[in-house]
């Protein structure tokens, strides 16, 4: 699979996980701006499901995916335990719909497993390897591909 | 303690280019775009010398040395200007004037430094 | 970056300026202007880019400038007359000269035979026999490294003796600030030197006129020195002083020994020193500086030439012109960015406190909402303020027109004139930048296809020279500007032929004149074929609509046959900034450019008719006008709105056509600041942008003409484009 960025500090890397349903996943967490309870978004027209809407943060007009439903689970309602993870995502930052934080974790490049071959989309697009902590089995999760790709279509 | 030399000249690249040419050797510099703001910087802080072009708007290079010259603050203050090669009449002037040497443009930073070792301390 | 290479480009920079400067001073004189303030600002223009030009040994500019400038010398002196022929010359110079700084920034070759004739034509206007060569820039700065003054070389000289000097400087060296001692010390740099003082003209002390000079020196330095070393030293003093240089031995040397010093004799000096209470202290080290100057300077200055007169002038234009661009500072255009950023969240977050103390329920006339309104005036003074900043005359951009205008109107060999109106007007940078290209096209288009050739005008009984006239003005908030021309207006009878040809009316569509005007704003009106080299490479009036749509504002075109056409654009005047007409439409607040509404009405019933399968039309007046479902065009519902429970917003679009939004209500009017959905997503159809309200939430600013373009094409927006969810 994908090889992670080589980290800074000797090979020490820290890993921001959350929550969703029942998986458990993590982002780098050189990638996240901040942490946000969740406030009601302005949907956007013709906009993908799991794009809902954006909210203000600070003056800056934000989209917030639904990481769920972008990962392709079934979306659930979001319930006051919904968090949005701001990450920068290249030049744009963006907020990621998720249950809850879970911990930070700090781990050397060698914690992380490759991702096994298994015949999922999502697998494929966005998990860039696996991480098997206290039990429990932690995907990686690579955010470049996390908003909607554009194709225009004639009309 | 360096030297300050206060350079007018309403263009920038003239004045950046005096500008590095000065501090090069350490000499601190003041910087005034035309005659007007000359003397209003002159009268903020009287430098060791002087060197100022002729076309300027406002207040031109002449006018500039006049006044200068004529207040008694200033009296002993070198002026160099800087004048064109073929302009003969312009040094002549600039000297009654009041101006104490000049500098051919396009100027050499060497000679540069010369002439104002030939005027100030 | 390398300092020389900085210093270049603001040389460049600085070209740029200068050149402006020049066309401008030239045109005023063309225009009539005789203040010989103007003629002595063209000149140092021209003076300027030749000397920093020369600085980086640019040969070919330094050389035209030259030239250049010595006719504009002939010309500041009275010896040349500023006719309109001449003006024209110069102008073209002035042309020529852009074009070798440009040349000579890109590194690209210049038109030597156009420069070469041009050069011509000036060395014509200058005196006879002048000389226009100038020296070659032998010195330029790369060939010096900055290194300190090093002694001279001295160049072995075989005649051998050493070097005297007798130097006694006059009065009017130190009166030129002239240093006797740093001289002597300039000398012994360039050798061993030995210094003998003659203080034998020195007066008892209370004789002493301390304007007057008395002291006397003699300094021998080595015979290997080169004489023109020492002269060079003596260069500034040269005519204040008697100097003699010559070598020991010559017998020229012996008979200079006119007030041959002994050599310094102190008990002599002290007896004479004797008779005065205070001593005098001599030393060959500095001499005393003469004390008041004034009357050492002031007449040189009266027996110079026709100096006062011209002194005179200067001073007196000098306060005719009140300096009206008074104390400037530059700033990082960052910083203003981001003070505008912050600036523009402060409204958002005042607005939003003043929301949240109402529903709080503070009475109006507390003192808590009392405070707050004051915040808000206060807040939108300093927008304004800081909006101000940023706002530029269109003068920048306006100035690149007379160079265009005739350089088409030479390329279609068509006199032209061009009158600039309102150049002062301000307008925000972001918006100045983006007016260039379409001001240029509608420009080009004027002359092009607006003028009639001069025989026709002629045959017309118009003036031969064709008037293209350029305006600019604040009208109600938005800046309008007018690119209008006295050619013969719009044949209306083509442009209808060739829209009904293209397929984008029927050929028996009802159009008033003013529509048939509008239609070559059309995309597709114009092919390549049609628009010809000039008017831009089969560019046609759609781009330009569209470039100044980009920038939320409209264009229109008026046209009277036979007399002449205008365009006029009303932008806004910040890109940052929007009046809108907030609305809501199934739960969802959107906002709604102010600009493009016309009228707001309340549909009755009998008003909305259906149109083929699904469409929607409302009688306005006398005619019928789309009716579009915004709810439906963004995909927020899926029924339509009863037209009689919603409110009609009756606005206008491209080039005059019209279309009714049905929203379900207005909420109110508002200016708001414009948030970029771009900026973290991507572009939606049908949305301009995005704002924050006073309660915090985000609302959509719509995109009127997409909606509208879309209405006539599709049933909803899904059709212009999908985003497609990878993954």
Known sequence: MTQTNPTAAGGLRELISFRIGAQEFCVDIMAVREIRGWTAATALPQSPSFVRGVINLRGAVLPIVDLAARLGFEGGETTDRSVIIVAQIGDQVVGLLVDAVSDILTVTDDVIQPTPEVASDTAKTFVRGLLAIDGRMISLIGLERVLPDLELVAA | MSMTVLTVDDSRTMREMLRLALTDVGYRVLQAEDGVHGLEVLAGETPDVIVTDINMPRMDGFGFIEEVRGDPQYRGVPILVLTTESDAEKKNRARMAGATGWIVKPFNPVKLVDAIRRVAA | ?727
């Open chain 3, 1 to 727: 970056m390398d300092p020389l290479a900085a210093i270049r480009e603001t040389f460049f920079q600085e070209c740029e300026e200068q050149l402006a400067e020049l066309e401008s001073g030239l045109l005023a004189m063309e225009g009539g202007d005789t203040d010989s303030e103007t003629i002595n600002a063209v000149f140092r223009a021209v003076h300027s880019i030749k000397g920093g030009a020369g600085a980086f040994s640019l040969e070919p500019l330094v050389r035209f400038a030259h030239v250049f400038e010595t006719a504009l010398d002939e010309m500041r002196s009275g010896r040349l007359a500023p006719s309109a022929d001449v003006l024209k010359t110069l102008l073209r110079a002035a042309d020529v000269l852009a074009d070798q700084v440009r040349a000579a920034h890109d590194g690209a070759p210049e038109d030597e035979a156009r420069s070469a004739a041009l050069a011509e034509e000036l060395k014509a206007l200058g005196p006879e026999g002048a000389s226009a060569e100038v020296a070659g820039t032998e010195e330029a700065w790369g060939d010096f490294a900055f290194q300190p003054l090093t002694a001279v070389e001295a160049a072995p000289d075989a005649a051998g003796g050493a070097w005297r000097v007798r130097f006694k400087p006059r009065a009017d060296l130190y009166a030129k600030a002239n240093e006797a001692a740093l001289l002597l010390r300039e000398l012994r740099r360039l050798g061993d030197a030995v210094v003998e003082l003659d203080a034998s003209a020195l007066p008892p002390l209370a004789d002493l006129d301390p304007e007057a000079a008395y002291l006397a020196w003699t300094v021998t330095l080595p015979g290997e020195l080169d004489e023109t070393a020492i002269r060079e030293v003596f260069e500034f003093v040269d005519g204040d002083c008697e100097l003699e240089i010559g070598r020991d031995g010559d017998t020229a040397a012996a008979d200079d020994a006119d007030d041959a010093a002994p050599a310094f004799d102190i008990s002599a000096l002290l007896a004479k020193v004797q008779a005065a209470p205070e001593t005098l202290v001599v030393e060959p080290a500095p001499a005393p500086r003469p004390a008041p100057l004034a009357k050492a300077a002031t007449t040189p200055v009266d027996a110079a030439q026709p100096n006062p007169a011209a002194a005179n002038d200067a001073q007196a234009a000098a306060q005719r012109k009140p300096d009206t661009a008074g104390a400037t500072i530059r700033v990082d255009l960052e910083r203003v960015d981001r003070l505008i950023d912050l600036v523009g969240e402060l409204v958002i977050n005042q607005a939003m406190l003043s929301q949240r103390v109402m529903e709080a329920g503070f009475a109006r006339a507390s003192g808590v909402a009392m405070g707050l309104d004051e915040l808000e005036q206060l807040t939108r003074e300093i927008q304004d303020s800081v909006m101000a900043i940023r706002a530029q005359p269109v003068k920048s951009v306006f100035q690149r027109m007379p160079r265009l205008v005739r350089e088409v109107a030479a390329m279609t060999g068509k006199p032209v004139r061009l009158v600039t109106e309102g150049e002062g007007t301000e307008v925000d940078k972001t918006v100045i930048e983006r007016l260039a290209d379409p001001l240029t096209h509608m420009i080009r288009n004027a002359i092009d296809h607006g003028l009639e050739s001069p025989e026709t005008r002629a045959a017309a009984g118009k003036p031969a020279e064709g008037v293209v006239r350029l305006t600019a003005a604040h009208r109600s908030g938005r800046i309008v500007i007018e690119v209008g021309d006295d050619g013969g207006g719009i044949n209306r009878e083509r442009v209808k032929s060739i829209a009904v040809e293209r397929g984008l009316i029927a050929a028996d569509a009802p159009l008033s004149d003013e529509e048939i005007d509008n239609l070559i704003f059309m995309p597709g009106f114009s092919t390549a074929s049609e628009v010809s080299d000039i008017s831009g490479r089969g560019v046609g009036m759609d781009v330009v609509r569209r470039s100044i749509q980009a920038l939320g504002g409209r264009i229109t075109i008026t046209s009277r046959p036979g007399k002449g056409s205008t365009f006029t654009m009303s932008l806004p005047l910040t890109l940052a900034v929007l009046d809108g007409m907030v609305v809501s439409v199934q739960g969802q607040t959107l906002v709604a450019p102010i600009t493009a509404i016309v009228e707001t009405l309340l549909p009755k019933a009998s008003d909305v008719h259906s149109l083929g399968g699904h469409a929607r039309v409302i009688a306005i007046r006398d005619s019928y006008v789309p009716l579009i479902d915004v709810g439906m065009a963004l995909g927020y519902r899926a029924e339509p709105l009863a037209a009689t429970q919603g409110v009609a917003l009756l606005i206008e679009g491209e080039g005059g056509a019209r279309a009714a939004l049905l929203v379900d209500a207005i909420q109110g009017q508002r200016q708001v600041v414009i948030k970029s959905l771009e900026a973290n997503y991507r572009q939606v159809p049908g949305v301009a942008a995005a704002t924050i309200l006073g309660d915090g939430r985000v609302a959509l600013i719509l995109d009127i003409d997409t909606i509208v373009a879309v209405s006539r094409g599709a049933d909803s927006l899904r059709a212009e484009k999908r985003l497609a969810a990878t993954g």
